[in-house]
């Protein structure tokens, strides 16, 4: 049943990303044109792309480095996110230590370094993005959920993890919501940040360094040429108001590059091998107008923890610093013939049902609105964290797969893509995350079928108490999955 107040809530949000929709945005830096040496050429400005081109600027700063970015940095997922900061590189523990049980400790080790590293570097270069540590309050919102956060909470403390286990008053004194049963606070894996501004910041960090950044201007192509690879561009004006990528004609360009790291992502991938292993979902969010202090009062929320219910479709929110909560995810949305176009970044349908879910989570702020929906692109696999590899003779190295937990783990992928690039064996090289890769995904139809099949098995063990059908039983066998 719809609430009568949603329509009207949803009424006046602006169709685009909150954290993108700031006068801050920095002005956009000019494409491309002519033909361009390079010692090491980065495609993408997101995350990989900008944390890879000023880990090799640091590490050597003779090396000539030039990023290219087919929209403005972190107009993609980047800067569409919910801003969780989470130091695994598995996508959890628990996925962690069933597909990497033998060096799942060092993992997760390496992981706290990451976040540690990151906390330093936005200090360093004094990078205004609302970093905080609060750590994340995982919610119970049906009783068969308890027993899996339990469960979660002894592997988490075995592995040594700070987590409190708390009951329904505990939790409800945390963050006021009647549908809460429990919860589990986990104080030290997650970070919350502004991540269109960690974007900016690593954008500008990169320029202050030497690093050539040249926004609006898409790859078309790759190839060998001589010891190197040769990259064909065209250089766009800028023309939405996000930055995003025009997909027109434009000036053409050509760079080339002793190595190149490639950072797309869920976009069409330049390499024909990583079509099957990596497929584009959409993911959804809503963002409030700033609370008052009555409605922050009848929430607490003093913590600033980030949270998320335990359901196989799960809804992430948080709150920010002038007291807006973004309410996310819940739909993981897979479009045939792994299409992704500027259209699909709106769905009613989704906005409708988050808005939903979002006054029955919070009762008490009837009346709020929201002032911005969007969606965004997110690349996963069939493990759903990143992996990684190289091409072109190694000349070439990649890293995809996040599903929606890379705002930490892309600096770690930044670092796995140098070491490749460098050659040799080295402690991140060797790790068995880094040598395997995932299983590909079945050619269309079957590819849609099965994803589409998924989605229904996870919302109907939800609607019963968590029971998993033969589908998802038989993917659990496997090893596979796909989930939000």
């Known amino acids: 049943m719809i609430l009568p107040h949603t329509g009207r809530a949803l009424a006046d949000a602006t169709p685009v990303p909150y954290w993108l929709d700031r006068p801050e945005r920095p002005d956009p830096l000019p494409p491309l044109h002519g033909t361009h040496p390079a010692d090491l050429l980065v495609v993408g400005g997101g995350y990989g792309g900008l944390w890879a081109a000023l880990l090799a600027k640091r590490a050597d700063p003779q090396r000539d480095v ?84 339990a469960e979660d909470a002894d592997l988490a403390r075995r592995h040594g993890h700070r987590v409190r286990l708390l009951d329904a008053d505990e939790v409800r004194a945390e963050v006021d919501s009647p549908t809460y049963l429990g ?50 561009t065209l250089g766009n004006p800028p023309s939405r108001p996000a930055g995003r990528a025009t997909g027109e004609g434009g000036m053409p360009g050509v760079v080339r590059a002793r190595q190149v790291v490639l950072a797309t992502n869920a976009f069409p991938p330049l390499l024909r091998r990583l079509r099957a292993r990596t497929v584009p979902v959409y993911d959804y969010a809503l963002m409030t107008e700033p609370l008052t202090g009555a409605q922050r009062a009848s929430i607490g929320w003093r913590h600033r923890q980030g949270l998320a219910d335990t359901g196989n479709q799960f809804h992430y929110y948080r709150i920010t610093d002038d007291g807006r909560i973004l309410f996310g995810g819940y739909d993981a949305v897979y479009h045939y013939g792994n299409r992704v176009a500027p259209e699909l970044e709106q769905r009613q349908a989704t906005f ?44 070439l190295a990649y890293a995809c ?11 770690f992928g930044a670092r796995v893509m140098l070491d490749l690039l460098a050659g040799g064996s080295t402690p991140l090289t060797r790790l068995d995350l880094v040598r395997r890769v995932p299983l590909p995904f079945p050619p269309e139809p079957v590819r849609a079928a099965g ?31 796909f989930d939000s």
């Open 66 to 149: 030039l990023l290219v970015e087919a929209g403005t940095c972190g107009w993609a997922a980047s800067g569409r996110n919910g801003g969780f900061c989470a130091a695994s590189l598995t996508h959890g523990l628990a996925n962690g230590v069933a597909r990497f049980p033998d060096e799942i400790d060092e993992l997760e080790r390496l992981g706290r370094e990451n976040l540690d590293a990151i906390a330093a570097t936005i200090a360093e270069y004094d990078i205004d993005c609302d970093f905080a540590r609060t750590g994340e309050l995982s919610v119970a919102v049906a009783p068969y959920q308890l027993a899996g956060l």
């Open 183 to 232: 919860g589990s606070w986990d104080a030290d894996r997650v970070a919350l940040l502004d991540p269109a501004r960690l974007a900016w910041g690593l954008r500008r960090a990169c320029l202050t360094l030497g690093v050539r950044i040249h926004e609006h201007t898409r790859v078309t192509g790759l190839r060998r040429e001589g010891a190197g690879l040769r990259a064909d």
């Open 352 to 395: 409708t049902a988050l808005a939903e879910h979002f006054f029955t989570t919070f009762p008490q702020l009837a009346g709020l609105r929201f002032s911005h929906r969007w969606g965004g692109v997110i690349d996963t696999c069939t493990r759903f964290c990143a992996y990684f590899g190289t091409a072109y003779g190694g000349r």
């Open 401 to 411: 797969g996040y599903t929606g937990l890379g705002v930490g783990a892309t600096r």
């Open 451 to 481: 994803i589409h099949l998924t989605r229904w098995s996870l919302a109907r063990a939800d609607a019963h108490d968590g029971r998993r059908n033969h589908w998802l039983r038989t993917l659990d066998r496997l090893g596979l999955g």
